[in-house]
Structure formats: C-alpha cells, structure tokens
C-alpha cells in the first residue's frame, strides 16, 4: 500500500503547487509510521520492565525496522516520485489571482461546532461494533489483546469480523462523505473559501467520540488499577483515534474535493 500512498499524495502534492518533493516524500513515508513504532517500542519496554510474557522479542523489534526502512519507506518514496511527475489534478475553473474577503460567517458555520456535530453521526455508525472490538480486549489477558484474530484463524474459530469491519467501513466512508459535502457546501454558500483544511478536520471530527467513549469504557467496563497496564490502554487507544482521524479526515478530504470539482464543472461561464 505504501507505493500507492506515496503515488496519490505525490500528485496532490504537485497539484498544491509544491516544490520540496523530496522532503515532503519523507514525511509522508516516515512522520506517522515513526510516532506509531516509537510509541510502540516505548510500550514495549515497559512491558519488558514488568517482565510480561507478553513482550515483543528485541530480534522482532529490529526485524521491523529493518522492514520499515527497507521495504515501506521506498515504496512510499519510489511512488511519491511518479506521483509528483505525472499531471496534476485537472480544476474545471481558475481561482482569482486576489483572494477575496471572506464575510461575516453565521453562527451555525463556526469550525469548532462544525467538529463536534459532524462526528455524531459516522461515531453512530460504527459505535455497535467500536464496543465489540473493545470487549473482545477485554476477554482476553490485555497483554496479549492483538493476538485474538489470530487465534480465531488458527484454532478454527469462526471469526465474523471482518466482515462486519467492512460493512461497517462502507457505511463509515459514506457518512463521513456526505456530512462533509454538505457542511462545506453550506460554507461555500457562506462565501467562504477556506474549505480544505476544513472538510478534513469536519470527518475527522468522529475520532473526538471515538476517544472519549475509550475513556468511557475504561471507566465502567475495566477494572485496571495498576499505572502500567493503564497507560497501555490509554496509548494504544491513543493511536487507534489517530489512525481512525487520519483515515476519516482523508475520506472527507477527497470526498469534498471530488464534489467541488463537480459542481465547479458545471458552472457555464461566458
């Protein structure tokens, strides 16, 4: 997946106008992957500390990092680099050399509110099966949570979420498009322009709910008393909502884009 992430954000790179390719190739191939393995890692040693069976082997450690530098990141650089020479996105329009002021926005179009209401509805969609991934943790030694899939596959367990996981992405993907498409749709009605940075923090907005339903759940469903086993919970679920906000902010990002180029398309200009 890397050379595809390294190809498309290459072309809107380009089509941004930008010019320092290289490093933004980098950031792109090492910024997030680096804050989840150092994070990780860090984890890891704590682990190790409390001396849990459940610590990762250092020789598995170094195995990964020798996958990341060796395989990952020059994927994500090798298609950063024909991402950025191909063509940039076509725009149906011409933007004005002058920006032009932005009026009074109402009340009702402010960023802050936008967030917390957008997040509402994708946080619905995937609440029923947020609280079954969490309760599988929790029936299982929280050292050895990710090895639940595994031992569904391996000890001939049927194993139903997958599936559901992907229905439940669909029905993510499409919420999250649409309730960004509309709320910047109404701001652009507003005469506001500032849309992109906009429409990825409005479906991104989910990932608030996602993390505070965590606390939530460690609240009320787990019975966690020492400060190890704690912060485990509380980083790992920590890099959940990031990955969930980048993903869901990529969607509503892409998705208002693909959509302003429409409606800018059919504008008939003499």
Request: proline share 4%.
């Amino acid at each position: 997946m890397g050379i595809f992430s390294g190809f498309f954000s290459g072309r809107l790179y380009k089509t941004l106008k930008g010019t320092q390719w290289k490093r933004a190739a980098c950031l792109t191939g090492s910024l997030y992957p680096a804050i989840v393995l150092g994070f990780s890692f860090f984890m890891n040693f704590l682990i190790w500390g409390k001396k849990s069976s459940g610590a990762v082997p250092f020789t598995t450690m170094i195995a990964l990092l020798c996958i990341f530098f060796g395989i990952c990141l020059p994927f994500v650089m090798g298609g950063f680099y024909f991402g950025f020479r191909k063509q940039p996105y076509d725009h149906p329009v011409r933007t004005n050399q002058i920006p032009r002021q932005v009026p009074e926005q109402i009340w009702y179009l402010n960023p802050f509110l936008g967030i917390v209401v957008s997040g509402i509805l994708p946080f619905g969609a995937v609440f029923i099966e947020l609280f079954f991934i969490f309760s599988v943790r929790k029936q299982i030694e929280f050292a050895h949570a990710h090895l639940a899939v595994f031992q569904a596959i391996w000890e001939n367990q049927f194993y139903y979420l997958f599936g559901i996981l992907f229905l439940v992405f669909v029905i993510l993907l499409i919420c999250c498009s649409e309730i960004t498409i509309v709320l910047i749709y109404f701001q652009l009605c507003g005469e506001n322009y500032h849309w992109w940075w906009r429409s990825f923090f409005l479906s991104g907005g989910c990932s608030i709910y996602v993390f505070l339903y965590s606390i939530f759940y460690f609240k009320t469903k787990l019975e966690i008393t020492e400060f190890i086993p704690a912060l485990l919970y509380f980083t790992y679920s920590s890099l959940m909502v990031a990955t969930f906000w980048l993903l869901t902010g990529t969607i509503g990002f892409f998705a208002t884009y693909y959509f302003i180029c429409l409606i800018y398309g059919a504008v008939k200009i003499d």
